[in-house]
């Protein structure tokens, strides 16, 4: 059984996030979205599939490396169908911790996914950057998953 086995199925979830990044707004907003998720490579794999209320389509692409003992976590969209730079990482504890590179517009920021609150029926995730090399983190998007 996966790490990532938890997320299989379809979902209701409740997405809450920052309608600017990285400026220090406070103004958040908020939407729900299906989501289904599908098992792959005997748990070693998953991909799940968001649709927003917009019409834009999100995958993820989680694949586990045996060597490493770690996650990559490959997130697309359907409006740009591109791949973003991967966040990588492990469970601890019934908690996950992803940390990857990218860019806000032209700021470079070190990415932070967390999994958390990890149930049968539900589970949390969070996404986090940090323009100064972790230093400090602005919590940015908030998904609540609850079993369909």
């Known amino acids: ?21 990285l400026v220090g707004s406070d103004d958040w907003v908020e939407f729900t979205a299906p989501a289904t998720c599908w098992r792959l490579f005997e748990g070693m794999a998953n991909v799940d599939e968001i649709v927003f209320p917009d019409g834009v389509r999100g995958l993820t692409l989680r694949l586990f490396n045996p060597a490493t003992q770690e996650w990559s976590l490959n997130w697309a969209s359907s409006d740009t169908g591109t791949l973003f730079p ?22 470079p920021v070190r990415v ?4 958390s609150e990890i149930t049968e ?10 323009a100064d090399g972790g230093a400090t983190w602005e919590l940015n998007w908030t998904m609540a998953f609850t079993r369909a």
Do not use: I, K, Y
Not at 92 to 102: L, M, N, P, S
């Open 1 to 21: 059984m996966g790490e990532f086995d938890f997320l299989v199925g379809s979902w209701n979830v409740l997405n809450r996030r920052l309608t600017e990044r």
């Open 86 to 107: 991967p966040v990588v990482g492990r469970f601890d504890d019934g908690r996950g911790v992803f940390h990857g590179e990218d860019t806000e517009g032209d700021t």
């Open 112 to 115: 932070r996914f967390v999994w």
């Open 121 to 130: 029926r539900s589970a949390r995730w969070e996404q986090a950057f940090s």
